[in-house]
């Protein structure tokens, strides 16, 4: 592995955030690294090829990584923030289900998140 790809594997292991790649690299240059944005991509899609990363597809925005740990995700509809949820882990069951041995899953949980259901209630309640 290279130097740039460990820092940025440290750099999603130790994030509580869901960072895109424009992200990790405005962190590393705000921190003093010497890295080119195409360098924090290339290196992204080398880690997550090498399963040490996890890539989130946003509909319509970038891509978030995030770490390995098994966890799934509660998606705001309305902004597109991302939290974790831990739940039991639903591996066995969806292959029961399934009928064939499911091998992995990416379960995101889609809902209002508390500061955009506020304004929702703001904005309706400026209407009444």
Do not use: W
Not at 26 to 52: F, I, R, W
Not at 92 to 111: N, P, T
């Amino acid at each position: 592995m290279t130097a740039n790809a460990e820092r940025i594997l440290k750099l999603v292991s130790a994030s509580t955030e869901h960072l895109t790649a424009e992200e990790m690299y405005a962190k590393l240059a705000s921190g003093g690294e010497k890295m080119s944005l195409a360098t924090v991509y290339n290196s992204l899609n080398k880690l997550y090829a090498e399963g040490l990363v996890r890539k989130i597809p946003m509909d319509g925005q970038p891509d978030r990584y995030d770490k390995m740990l098994r966890h799934d995700h509660l998606v705001c509809e309305k902004c597109g923030a991302i939290s974790d949820v831990m739940l039991d882990d639903y591996l066995a069951e969806f292959s029961r289900q399934a009928g064939v041995k499911v091998e992995s899953y990416d379960l995101k949980l889609f809902y209002l998140c508390k500061k955009c259901k506020d304004k929702a209630e703001e904005v309706s309640a400026c209407k009444s």
